[in-house]
């Protein structure tokens, strides 16, 4: 059995959406000092719906895979759509990753996340404590 799936492969390979949005309506930016990753991503955002969405990620191919697969799920989709996204849809949107590997799923739905807030803050747009999530990357199993 592969360790990685075809899809995690194919979005490593061919990654979507990597670059950056000038003009961004909200940026996020993410890291782990455990592994070193570092995920940056930038919504446009127009009638409530992400217009477009952008990557850059330093780190390694489940890192690239997670981010370009998340920015795919929310790209197109109405704001609320994507303040949905988890970590365990873009790992099963990649058909799994490896039981070491899913922090990069977890950095992938922060920097999303913390997009959102900074789209949020930047608009004025109110919102209760604990609307965007953190999640904590220690609770993620490692081999």
Do not use: W
Not at 27 to 55: H, S
Not at 86 to 103: C, R
């Amino acid at each position: 059995m592969a360790l990685y799936s075809e899809k995690v492969m194919d979005h490593f390979r061919n990654p979507r959406n990597v670059g950056v949005i000038e003009d961004a309506d909200g940026v996020g930016e993410v890291g782990n000092p455990t592994c070193g990753d570092i995920m940056k991503i930038y919504l446009k955002i127009e009638d409530d719906l992400i217009a477009d969405v952008k990557f850059e990620t330093f780190g390694c191919g489940s890192a690239i895979a997670s981010s370009s697969m998340a920015t795919e799920l929310i790209k197109g989709k109405p704001v609320a759509d994507a303040m949905k996204l988890t970590n365990q849809a873009v790992t099963e949107a990649l058909d799994g990753l490896p039981a070491h590997k899913l922090h990069c799923s977890v950095l992938a739905e922060e920097a999303i996340q913390s997009a959102l807030k900074d789209y949020y803050d930047r608009n004025g747009i109110p919102y209760e404590e604990g609307t965007f999530r953190k999640v904590d990357c220690d609770t993620c199993e490692r081999a």
